[in-house]
């Protein structure tokens, strides 16, 4: 009898390691399926744009506009000074770029060379004023890629927006042009003075329904002009430019430069002019893009 006891507790015991072993290897093979990377090489996208963020919740719904605009742009590819669709638009933009230089009229003639693009879309360009002393050159953002100065571009009739207009005029006196202001910030009442972050003062005042808010960066004058009863956040606007100019440079006036930012009423909008001098030319550039868009274009002129 007791060997009949062990013959019937010995194969039992043994389905019994069977079925444990059975058991440990797919929890084994599990781990490591689990455990195994998943290559992603190629399919990750960018989260941001690279686009400086105006939205500020002490602006309140005077900015909601603009904040808008900002945060559509994600998923752009940043490149320098600016944002593009990516290498097949970069590629567009450069084709773009060659094709005016090689219209203008003007020797030595430099561009801004990025824009703010949404994906999908390509650069596009006009040259209304071409001569050997002066030019411009409008820039639209549009769904395919067509020629420089194609009719479609001036057509009254479903004609794109103006992404940003560049222009180069020749003076026989620069000073004469009224568009550079003559500021002293040097002594800036304390009441006024605003602290920008960088070491950078900026002097706040406020005259006929408006508020302005103005700070110097080497020889540019940089100044925000907004509706006073849009209680717009100047302040905070300021100091997203100072920061980004932390990191992209403005061209180098030989002379002198102004960044004019101006909010209509309502604060959803926003004209952006930027002039600088080089001997008896000023360059500007013009846009409704937010400033440090603006400001992008610019630093990327060359």
Known sequence: MKKQKRWVIIPVTTAVLLALAGCGGQDNNTSQASNTPTSTSGEQTQ????????????????????????????????????????TQG???MNDVLQEIRSQLKMKDTVLPTSFALDKGKHLAAAIPVNSSDAFKVN????????????????????????????????????????????????????????DLGHGIKGMAEGAAGSQYLTWKEGRWTLQIRSVSEDKMNNPGIAKKMVEYLESHTLPAPK???????????????????IS?????????????????????MVASVK
Request: hydrophobic share 25%; glycine share 10%.
């Open 47 to 86: 989260s941001g744009s690279g686009r400086a963020d105006f939205s500020n919740t002490s602006e309140g719904s005077n900015t909601e506009g603009t904040a808008n605009n900002e945060n559509s742009s994600e998923g752009t590819t940043n490149t320098s000074g600016g944002e593009t669709t990516g």
């Open 90 to 92: 970069q590629s567009s």
């Open 139 to 194: 820039f639209y953002s549009v769904d395919q890629s067509i020629p420089v100065n194609d009719a479609s571009l001036t057509s009254s009739n479903n004609a794109p927006d103006v992404l940003a207009s560049y222009e180069v005029k020749t003076y026989k006196d620069p000073d004469s042009s009224g568009i550079f202001p003559d500021t002293d910030l040097d002594n800036i009442p304390d009441e006024m003075s605003v």
């Open 255 to 273: 002379d002198k430069g102004f960044v004019n930012v101006e909010y209509p009423s309502g604060g959803k909008t926003v004209n952006v002019t």
């Open 276 to 296: 600088w001098q080089e001997g008896k030319q000023i360059h500007q550039l013009q846009t409704i893009q937010v400033p440090n868009e603006a400001l992008g």
